[in-house]
């Protein structure tokens, strides 16, 4: 499986939204069945919600930059990557964006991440 990937985001605490419940549970029991079941190494499997754990120097905090920066990580050659995102999205002006912790309904442009842009 070394050219697989998983990323399982879930959000809860939104900084300007209504928070969602349950979204970090779900995104944490998809991480563990990855790891248990699909055997997948640990630095191919990626978990960031808003109290997981990061693995090393780096945080899994959900905000804008974290979720690029740990995307723009994966290699380019992989065949496959599960992404799950648990959190608000947005069509805006035709568009459809996922909205990171940090989101700003009045910059989604800015702020939210354009699913076109993710791989």
């Known amino acids: 499986m070394n050219n697989f ?16 419940r349950g979204a970090e549970n779900r995104a944490q029991a998809l991480y563990r069945y990855f790891f248990a079941e699909s055997n997948l190494p640990s630095d191919q499997l990626l978990l960031l919600t808003d109290t997981s754990p990061s693995p090393g120097k ?52 800015q702020t939210g991440i354009k699913v076109r842009s993710l791989f």
């Open 58 to 109: 780096r945080s899994t905090y959900p905000n804008h930059n974290n979720i690029l920066e740990w995307i723009n990580d994966i290699p380019v050659n992989i065949e496959y990557c599960w992404f799950f995102f648990q959190g608000y999205g947005i069509n805006y002006q035709g568009e459809d964006y996922l909205l990171p912790i940090d989101s700003n309904i009045n910059t989604v442009t």
């Open 5 to 20: 990937w998983a990323i399982c985001i879930g959000i809860e605490e939104y900084l300007h939204y209504q928070p969602l």
